[in-house]
């Protein structure tokens, strides 16, 4: 069973002396006085066994363990107990012929330094503790090395490789039998029926649906857009946004839901429903949240990506009319100089200007005359260029997330309402009284000239487009959330509940140094200001006694 956690070659360097660095050498094996008078007691002992009991006494608190082989310790750690004890090193070789004397020596090393044997008491402890980190991690070297930390830790002598490894390997059974029962009371029969069921090939597309709902989207195209939308669908006819697996912890689910996107279907058939279903079961949950996100992170994307192509059409178009105005400004350089001199008639200013620039530039120039451009010069109207594709995939995310506003932000959540209203009646035109004080001053132009021209279809146009902007904005600042969603969730669920600080409040108040009460932080406020108005005033008087000063108006005497 080892063997199939470590390769041999790893398994004896866990039963051996490891390499030692610098510090490591320092700081475990320098010996003080009491551990010298401790390996050499005045009864005689041989020098080789004061140097193998030296290395035992150093090599534990070390490795938490000492290795039967002790004369293979790094020849470094050798000699600098043998510099002290005043030693040979080849004394080393003939130590522990005597099996007895390393066991003995051992058992001195673990009374002097306050360890304990691992008994039944510490192991039963560290069967709690694996038990424990296994419901977090399943990894079984990490769970090894985990052990190891703890016993070290507890100061408990390390058992043997293999015993370790089986106490892992028990542990790990517990978590998967502890997991199922955990999440028993989810599995109704229709459900397992529904999880097995995600392994099976669908020849809708083409694929099992556990594949299906593990392959993320590849772009943020409408296709990929409705894509995703037909996951979330499906989940949510499973109902797996509601699943409460609460029951485990986080990194448990996480792990779960790893091990079922990392298998493949076969893998997953040919376990025991007792390991297969919470595995498809965290799945699922994951899944839930994790499309969510997906569908959230798309919307976001796709309107961004037809914001920019427009922003980029914008400047091409600023880049071209910069080139017409080039040519209108070397024609008004010209015609300045006539205007401004006074030795020019008034009536002969335009026969003058006629004659020199001449009739056709001046047609030319009038002819190229462009309309002033909006406040955002025109980066909104570019982007009405992509209504009909934004038309694709909007109304049905529209449809399927319940976005929600903080405070702040009811205009756009009322907006948002009456589109979603408009797509689900088919109706064209924005109703009389719906909100547009979200919309930013730079877009605000494009309404007025709709609503005043009496346009309904440019005013649905870019009032919708307005709403969709101001929907993504608020979802990346966070003045639009989505329930149930991880990294769209609300602010606020990050922060302590009031029943939460109201057990906390006490103890975090007078950690920081302020009091709990906020009418008594007001008043120590207001004394504050106080003593520093009147260390200011003092300032002044000493700096300027000329002036004489009458509450916060001051005059020269």
């Known amino acids: 069973m080892a063997t199939r956690v470590f390769a041999d070659d790893e398994l004896e360097r866990l039963r ?13 094996f320098t010996l003080t006085p009491a551990d010298a008078g401790f390996i050499d007691p ?8 004061r140097l193998g009991l030296a290395v035992q006494l150093c090599a534990l608190p070390w490795l938490g363990f000492v290795p039967d082989d002790v004369a293979s310790a790094p020849p470094a750690a050798v000699a600098r107990l043998s510099e002290y004890l005043r030693i040979p090193v080849r004394e080393l070789r003939f130590y522990g012929e005597r099996k ?41 070297s990490l769970l090894f090395r985990l052990a190891c930390e703890h016993l070290a830790a507890s100061r408990v002598v390390r058992p043997g490789v293999t015993s370790l490894l089986g106490r892992v390997a028990t542990a790990r059974a517990q978590a998967g039998r502890e997991t199922y029962q955990r999440v028993r009371h989810l599995l109704t029969p229709a459900l397992m029926t529904e999880l097995d069921g995600l ?21 943020d195209s409408a296709n990929a857009v409705k894509g995703e939308l037909d996951k979330l669908g499906f989940l949510r006819g499973l109902d797996a946004h509601a699943l409460d697996l609460t029951a485990l912890r986080a990194e448990r689910r996480r792990f779960l839901a790893q091990v079922g996107r990392r298998l493949t279907s076969q893998s997953l058939d040919r376990r025991e429903p007792q390991r297969r279903h919470p595995i498809l079961l965290t799945v699922l949950a994951q899944s839930a949240a994790d499309v969510l996100d997906e569908v959230i992170g798309l919307f976001d994307q796709a ?46 200013v335009g026969g003058r200007l006629r004659n020199t620039i001449g009739l056709e530039r001046l047609r030319a120039a009038a002819a190229a005359s462009t309309p002033r451009l909006p406040r955002d010069h025109g980066h909104l109207a570019m982007l009405d260029d992509s209504y009909t594709y934004l038309r694709q995939f909007t109304p049905n995310v529209l449809q399927a997330i319940a976005f929600k506003g903080g405070a702040g932000a009811e205009s756009l959540m009322e907006a948002v309402r009456i589109l979603k209203e408009l797509n689900a009646t088919g109706a064209r035109k924005v109703p009389d009284g ?39 904005d608020g979802l990346r600042s966070g003045d639009v959330y989505v329930p149930s969603s991880r990294r769209y969730a609300d602010p606020a669920s990050y922060l302590f509940t ?32 106080r003593r520093r108005w009147v260390t200011l005033r003092r300032s002044w008087a000493t700096a300027r006694p000329g002036w004489v000063r009458c509450g916060c108006r001051r005059r020269a005497s």
């Open 16 to 28: 051996g002396f490891p390499e030692i660095n610098k510090e490591e050498l320092i700081r475990f």
């Open 42 to 49: 005045g009864r005689g002992r041989s020098p080789k066994d």
């Open 100 to 140: 007895q004397t390393r066991t003995d020596h051992l058992q001195e090393v673990t009374r002097y330094l306050n360890w304990k044997p691992a008994k039944k008491l510490q192991l039963k402890e560290l069967d709690e503790f694996l038990l424990a980190r296994a419901m977090e991690h399943d990894s079984p």
């Open 199 to 219: 392994l099976i090939v669908d020849p809708v597309i083409g694929a099992t649906r556990l594949n299906w709902l593990c392959t993320g989207a590849t772009g």
């Open 303 to 348: 309107v961004s990506a037809r914001e920019s192509r427009a922003r980029t059409k914008m400047r091409d178009d600023l880049a071209a009319r910069a080139t017409i105005g080039e040519g209108r400004q070397a024609l008004l350089d010209e015609i300045l100089p006539v205007l401004l001199d006074p030795a020019i008639e008034d009536e002969q």
């Open 434 to 472: 719906a909100p547009a004080d979200f919309v930013p001053v730079r877009w605000a132009g494009y309404l007025e000239q709709a609503a005043k021209s009496k346009d309904a279809t440019a005013y649905r146009h870019f009032w919708e487009l307005t709403v969709l902007l101001g929907l993504r």
């Open 498 to 529: 009031p029943g939460q600080w109201a057990g906390q409040r006490d103890q975090f108040c007078q950690l920081v140094g302020k009091p709990a009460s906020a009418r008594a932080a007001l008043e120590g406020c207001k004394e504050e200001l």
